[in-house]
Each structure stands twice: as structure tokens, then as C-alpha cells.
């Protein structure tokens, strides 16, 4: 009795957005039963959500600071194409596991020196996040350009395809590296010192720095966390799409964004959880896969998710006040007695 | 005897939970200071927030000015029937210039949607000249210093056509020369007729410009008076309600080794050439006039603020301090003046705010941290320095001053820090909490701790510290055992 | 006088300066094609939209807010004013100039009540608006290019005055002079300094800040108008998917030009020296020859530099403060 109590009142926001998700999940099985429950949906659901889901997790982290990180669709490109090099290279038609290795380690470190450059720029030289973020996004996208030439790059090694869509137990991969994911940025971020840090930071910079943390090294960490997120992220779609190209998953950044502020994460930082973004992640695929099936146009749900974003943070603002107004009844009550 | 240019009466506030004023009244003159004093949540700033037109008062209120009786309905209501505020942050646009801020209110009040640049900049410079400043109307106001800042807000309300100003601790953030400065453009504006309301708590200023005193206690009228005919105690007795005695903890014997030492430390702009060493289980009382250099010279020592020149040692051990978390490291502990804004982060628990410095130390096996442990020592802490309330799940901000205050401190007694900075420690505080954060300091000294304290009230200096060093002008201007000392011995170092 | 240049040299207009000259001085040695005025005029037509929209952008980003919504603003109106050319192809460019502002305008002022009413971030509302409305104007054409447009329109777009000054210089003219003006001599204008310096002091002193607000974006939605009609004057057609990004651009340009995203500063004098700059760098990565590909990285790099030069220089400012009257 006691663990619901405490649900409703710590995690009231998760709370809500748990019954959202099952409340749309139910409308879409009853509109559509057939073709919405069906294995082949469900499977195709998670193959696309975890991609969204790490580009949301690495945005989130950002928005924890107070900051934000318009690069990591860009510098995912970017790390996922430098990966397809080495994919594709003589050297890996030839070795194909100890290139797709080496392509994998390529991809994570290029993701790391994206992380790095931010949040250098961030945290050592003091620049607005938005700011730094918008010079690396067109930083790192003009890279992808320059090196693949505005093309594609494919002709990966066979095996690679399995990391975007392969299945182990029936299971599909990506889920399994999402949920694994899901819980280590759980633990690192809700639960570990420096997690603590983020949000403090995210706060109230001055008085975190004032209390002996090294402020600077919470926020390095902060992107290049980010910039990890979304490197893997990069592996899921150039596996999915078996090449690399720069605009392969540009939509990801504002639905990103999207997704960490529906999930109840305050976009001046300090606030917000992972479950929250992990079942506003899972709100939004359902919704635009959902309307997919039943055949809405493509345009109609991208409508419908800018509305549900506006809707829900109003709707919000408002319970806020009504609850706000009705505290200061009561209080007046409580002193006219 | 003129007539009252306001009179007020019955003036009561309800707020949710607590009555902030009851029934209190308050009348001025042209011409005249009228100071109104009282402690902290005494209602002075209530009081204020009404006469500008900010809040309402409960019905019954009674408001007359100019012999007529009115309502102020409203901030621009209030400035047109004549009365101005002075906010203590002045409430300037930084990035506007100093003319712009001074027309503003008229700019907004003819709501012409053309502006005439050329009227709004000679009605700059004849109020500043009214002030008697000399401010280039056209410089950006964050460019000027905090004195000059609060010449341009002044000016602001004389533009205004103010007939009342009302000064809201207004020598909180100057030096010495800028009050003086402040005086004579108070004496200015008493010649042109114009009342001011002064608020403030400082005994000084207040015999130095007021004709008269309104006293206020815990939201009540207790009395008015005319300035000559009280004395210093008078007034604090009235303001607190009882005599306060000061107890002097001053223990001048059982020093243990030095634990801190300073040699020769400068910072351009900052202090210059500050020398002295501050042993275990002693406390230093450091004070002077605000803009000394103390709170630069700690922050220096903390790392927040680096210094140019000179030697820091701890236990013996010269060290090099760039950064708080170095500091932390060496066992120095820093409580910023600011607890809302440094000290605290206030949409925080008590626990995430007492445990930040030493959040590594209740890492588990996997390097996440056991709550357990974590909560078991935040109890700890919140029961030993007696948190009110003593919920560890308590956000930060819904504390009272005081207990704020024990949160900082508790924050850094939880690193076992041997060095201790705490600047204006009851800032804020209402006494009791005063007296409870006094004997925290004193009862950590006993147990080794070496203290700083920094402190413009020189009771609370003398209360509290074994040794003084008097700061002026970026430097050590005198040092005292702290036996039989005066207020006025210390202030002769401290001004001149 | 001194004094004036004293001042001047330590604003931060004059670092731009300073880098477009030097810009310029090496592109002139590099290609003799840079310092003509054909060419000049070539690359500022081509900036004008870019121009056009950062004047718009200017009062929110000195507002301490932002837009996100005008790469979907435009592209509403540029279709609206496409459809609307093809259903009344006896109208003017007067006209269709006017529709496009407006239909701008109104997204502005959804943006500015969504903002003020349900006290929801700038940064979310007009990404949702964003969403929205480009969802809306891809529904309405299904992505399909609109062409065949009325040989005046054509005709108004190829206009150049005494064969040499193009017809979106004046459109970008217009819309620094009119920024300008508002920001410079309107109650509003003030406003919208006063509310980026201290939104809480704004209210204090009496200014009617949400009127402001929903004013700034009403006002930033209409130059993103009129930058549709700058632009489809020039390419003569309107294809909907293209101008996904501006808005970033958009920003950049101001920020380039001094503004600042905390709010408080930035002139029009600033931002039409960061359009200068902007459309200086561009031209001169295609004259220098330097591969379209490069040229993002470029962009990138100078953004990244210039935010963080500013900032360094305000450290070292504030670092040399003085902040007691030390006595030597």
C-alpha cells in the first residue's frame, strides 16, 4: 500500500504518462486489432523505438544541465559514417569481424570526440549550450558531407546487418541493447554520485561549484554521455540501413526534444527522470506508428504529435495553477478558523 | 508643523498562514526622514509592498494622503499619487542606459508609441542633477558602479515627480565614501520638500539622517519617536522587545597548531599583502565596511577567486588552490554570504543539499550510492544542528533563513572540513537563530575546527571570535585579542 | 572624438567589422571577381532571406527567447502566397507581399499566446509549432513543388533598380530599417529590451510584458513573411521541403551578429554586420573554390569560434574588475 502511495506522490508524472501509454496502446488495438497487434507490428515497433529512444536519453541528459544538444543527430552521422569506412574497407570484406569491430570502436570514439568538443566548449569556455550545439551540429554534418561527398556509403560485411536486425531468442537486438541502456543510464543518472551532480548542476551551477564539485567535469561527462547515447543510436540506423549517410536521422533531434519534454523533464534543467523519457519515447512511436497502420497520412501525425506536446505542457500549466489556487483556499481557510 | 503628506492606520496583512502586519500605522512629513525600523519579519517590507501599490492590504485599511483619503491601486497608481520606491537591488535594466532607466516609468505612463529620445535625455539629466550626480545619461547602467546604480534608481524616482521616497536599505551594498555620498542626497531631496521613508537596521545611518523612528515588532505597531530623544539602546530594546545580552565565547587560551596560514596574499583590484595565521580550534573574526576586500580575500583562500600573489599553507604545507573542489580537498570549507544564490540549491532537498560535497562517500560496491547510509547520516546532521522541519525529503527553499543556514553548515561539517570560512553567517536570520548558529561555530572550534568568521556586525564579532582582524581598503588595518574590547576600538581600524 | 573610437574599438560591433574586412581584403587578392559590384550584390541577394528573417529573429533572441518555428513559418507562406498567385494571377506584388507578411504574422501571434498563456517556453512552443505547422503545409501540398507563377511576379523578382540594385536588397532594407525604427524609437521596442534585461523588473515598472512578448513573435513570424516572398521571388517557384534548417541559420546569423541568447543585448547594427559576414563567408567559399561540402564545416567552425572568443573576452573583463578600492 505504502509502495503505491509513494508512486502516486514521487512519481506522479511517470505515473500519468504509464496510463497515457496504455490508454492509446488499448485505442489502437480495439481501432485496430488486427494489424496493430500483430507480431510483425510489434516486432517493427521495436526495431525503430530504440534508435529514438538513445537519441532521446542523449538529449535528455543534456536538457538535466540546462543545457541542450542539437549535434547529436549530426555527430551521430558523423560517427556512423567513419564507421562505414572502415565497414566497407577492403580490409573488412576480408576480416569481417575484426573489422566490424574496429568499425565499432572507430564509431564510439568519434562519438566520444563529438561529446568532448561540446561539452569542452560548454563547461570550459562557458558557452551557452544551444549556442556551442548549433555551431557543432552544422560542424559535424559539414564533416559527414565533406567525407562521403553528399553520397552514401555502403557494402558492409554481412554480419554487421544483425546489430539493426537481428533477433537473439526472438527477441530483436535492438531491444535488448535499448532496455540494457535504459538501465545503465538509470543507474548513472538517478542513482550514482555524479547523476546527483547533474542534477544540482542543473539547478543552481554556482551553488554546486560553491559545495567543492568540479562543475566543469560533471558537464564534460554530461556530453560526452550524450554523444555516447547517440553514437550507438547511429550503429542501430546504419545497421537498419546497411550504409551511412549524413541525413539518416535528422528527424531524431526536435523529436528528441520532444519526447524528453513530454516525459516531464523541465527544459531549464534539474528536473525529470528517465522513465519519464523512456514512456514519452514509447507514447510517441505507438501514436505514429498506430495512425501509420490505420493509414492517417504521414503529415497528419506529425500534426498530431506537435499538438499532443502543446497540449499536454498547457494542460499541465493548468492543473498547476488549479492545484496552486486551491492550496491558498485551504490556507485561507485554515487562518480564518 | 506642515501637513502630513501621508498618514496611514489600521493597516493589516493576511497571508496564507501568517499575519504580517496587525493593525500598524505610519505617518510622514515633506521634508522629514522618517525612518522605520524593526527586525527581520518585523513587516517593514510588507509595509513597503503596500505604500507602492505592489500588494493590497486587508479591508479596514485606512490611507490618506495629502489630507485625502485614497487606495493605492496598483504600482503606477502609487508613483502617480507621488510615492516612489528605492529597491535595495534598485531594480535597474543593466543593459538599458542610465537616461532610459530614469524615464521609464514615464515613457510607459504617456504610452505615446513614439518615443522622443531628446525629452526623455533632458529629463535624465535634470533629475540627476536634482540628485546632485554626475552620471552620463547615455552610459549603460551596468557599466556604473553599485553606488552610482542606486543614484540613477533615486534620480529614477525623482523623475517621477516623487513627493515620497522610499528607501529600502539603501547603504546595504556601499562603502563608507558612498554613504556619505547617500547622505547628501538626502539632504538634497529634504530641501526640495520630498519625505523619505528610511529603512533600515543599521543604528548608525539611522541617528546619523532620521528626524523621527517608527518601530515595528512581529507585524506590530510599538511605537514612534523622535530621534533625539532616544539613545541606541532605546531603539534596540524597542525593536526586540527585551534587553539582548551578548554572550562573548572568547577563549583566548588552548590554541592548538596553526592550521591555516597566509602570507602575503594579493589580488590586483581585490586585497593586498593580507598576512596571518589562524590556528586549530580558534576563531578569527574578520571584519570592516563592506567593499573591504573580506569576502574577495576568503574567496581567494577557497579558490573561487584565485589570487595574484603571495603563499597559502595548510598545516604547514604550502598549497595551490584553483578551484572549491580543490579547496574541499585540502579540508577548507567556504559558506558564501549569498545562501540563496551560492549556498544553497534551493529547489532541492535537505539531504541532496547536506550530502553534495561528500556525495562519493556513500558509494557502494558498484559506485552507486547506498541511500541507507546516506540517510542515516543526513538524520544524523539534521538532528545535531536541530533542523526545523527535520524532514531530510524537505525542499531547501521551503526553509525558514535560519534553518537554511544550518543546511549550509551542516553541508560542510558533513566533510569533516578542518578549515572553516563562513561569511555573514545570520544574514537573514531572525535571533534565535542567530544565537543557535553562534554556538554551532563556537562548539565546532572546541572540537578543532579553525574558523573565519566574516561579519560586518561587530556584536556578533565580538560575540563569537577569540582574535579580530579589522579589514580597510584591501588590507589589514588592525588586529586585536579579543579582550576587552569596544565596538568603537574596532570601527577606528576599520574607517578612517 | 577620441573617445568615440576609444568606445567603439572595445564594442563588440567592431570585431566583426574587423573580421569582414580582413574577409574581404583576402578574398579581393584571391579572386578578382569578389570586390565587384555585381558580385556584391549577387551574394547579398542570395543572403536577403537569410537577412530578412534574422531582423525578425533579433527582438526574440533580445527578448531572452527563441523561435524555432520561422523554417516552418516561411514555408507556410510562401506556399499560401504560391497558391494565392496561381487563384488571383491579376493581383500585385504589393498584395501578395502583404499576404505573405501576414499569414506569418498570425503563426507569430499563436506562438506569442501559447507562450504567455499557458506559460510553456519559447524553446517547446515553437518547436510544437513548428511540427505543426509543417506538418500542415506538407499535408496542403503533398510536397509538391508549385510553379508557373505569373510573369509579373517573375518580373518583380529579376527587378533590379538603375540595372543594379535587385529587388530583395530593398526588401532586406526594409525590414533592417523597420527592426530598426521599433526597436529603436517604440514603446513596444523598449519593452522588448526591458523584458530580456529583467522580465520581473519589466513587470514591476508597468510595461505590459505579454503584450510585448506575443507582439516580438508576431513581429519575428512577419519577417519570416516577407523572407518567403523574398525568396520565391528569386527562385520563381516554391518548393515546400526547402527550407528545413533555416531556422538554425536564421539564429546563428543573429548570434553572429552580438546578440546574445541570455537575452538583454543585440542591435541591428550587430545582425546586418552578421548577415554581412554571413553572405561575405559563403561568397567566398565558392570563390576560393573551397568544395560545396567544406563549406558547413566552415560555418560550424566559425560559430563555434566566435561564441566562445566573446565569452573568453567577457571573462577577461569581469576578471579585471575592480572591485575594491585597494589601497596601494
Known sequence: MNFFKNLRSKHSNELTLAIIFIGIFVLMSILSPDKFLSGNNIKTMMFQMPEFGLMAIAMMIAVLTGGINLSITTGAALSSIVCAFILSSEFSQNNNALGIVLGLIACMAVAVICGVINGYVVAYIGVAAMLVTLGSKTLFEGLGLAFTKGGSISGFPEAYSFLGNGSVLGIPFPIILYIVVIIVSYLLI?????????????????????????????????????????????????????????DYGSSYMMQAVTAVVLGGTSISGGHGTVAGTVLAVAIVQVISTGLNILGVNRYIINIITGGILIVVLALRYITKVMEDNRKIKERAAATAK | MKEKFLEISNVSKTFPGVKALDNVKFDIVPGEVHALVGENGAGKSTLIKILSGFQQPDLGAKIVIEGKETKLNGVMDAIRQGISVVYQDFSLFGNLTVAENIGINEIIEKNRPVLKWKEINEKAVKALAIVGAEIDPKEIVENLSVAKQQMVAIASAVAQDAKMIILDEPTSALSRNEVETLYDIIDNLKKKNIAIMFVSHKMEELFHVSDRFTIFRDGQYVDTVNAKDVTEDDLVSMMVGRKVEIKSYANLENKGPVALKVEGLSKKGNFKDINFELHEGEVIGITGLVGAGRSEMAQ????????????????????????????LQHGIAYIPESRQTQGLVLPKTIESNITLPVLKKYRNKIGLIDRKTQRASVDKWVDMLDVRPNDPDMLAMQLSGG????????????????????????????????????????????????VIVISSELPEILSVSDRILVMRKGRIAGEFLNKDLTQEMIMSKAVV | MKNFAKNFVKRKEFGIILIVVILSVILTFLSSAF???TNIMDFMKSNSVYGIMAFGMLPVLISAGIDLSVSATIALSAVVIGKFMLAFPNSNPVIVILVAMIVGAVVGVVNGLIITKFNIPPIVTTLGVMTIVNGAVLLGTGGAWISGLPQWWVSFGSFKLFGIIPTQLFMLIFAGLVTWLILKFTLVGRGIYAVGG????????????????????????????????????IVGQVDPNTYTGYELDVISTVVLGGASVMGGTGTVFGTTLGVILMAVLKNGLILARIPNYWQKVVMGLVIIIAVSVDVINRKREQAKLVRVDVEE
Open chain 3, 198 to 233: 529583467s522580465q520581473s523588473s519589466a513587470v514591476r515598472v508597468g510595461y505590459n510584458v505579454n503584450r510585448i512578448l506575443i507582439f516580438i513573435y508576431a513581429f519575428c513570424g512577419m519577417m519570416a513573411g516577407l523572407g518567403a516572398a523574398a525568396h520565391i521571388s
Open chain 2, 300 to 327: 581567494a583562500i577557497f579558490g573561487i577567486n584565485p589570487p595574484d600573489a603571495g603563499k597559502v599553507y595548510v598545516q604547514g604545507k604550502e598549497v595551490h588552490i584553483k578551484s572549491p573542489s580543490q579547496a
Open chain 1, 190 to 246: 538517478e542513482r550514482s554520485a555524479w547523476g546527483t551532480e547533474v542534477y544540482m548542476v542543473g539547478c543552481n551551477e554556482i551553488a554546486t561549484r560553491f559545495s567543492g564539485i568540479n562543475t566543469k567535469k560533471t558537464l564534460l561527462k554530461v556530453y560526452i554521455y550524450s554523444g555516447v547515447m547517440s553514437g550507438l543510436a547511429s550503429i542501430l540506423i546504419s545497421s537498419r540501413y546497411n550504409s551511412a549517410k549524413t
Open chain 2, 403 to 450: 534553518n537554511q543556514q544550518k543546511v549550509v553548515l551542516a553541508k560542510w561539517i558533513s566533510t569533516e572540513a578542518k578549515i572553516l570560512i563562513v561569511d555573514e553567517p545570520t544574514n537573514g536570520v531572525d535571533v534565535g537563530a542567530k544565537a543557535e548558529i553562534h554556538q554551532i561555530i563556537r562548539k565546532l572550534a572546541s572540537e578543532g575546527t579553525a
Open chain 3, 35 to 37: 570586390l565587384t559590384v
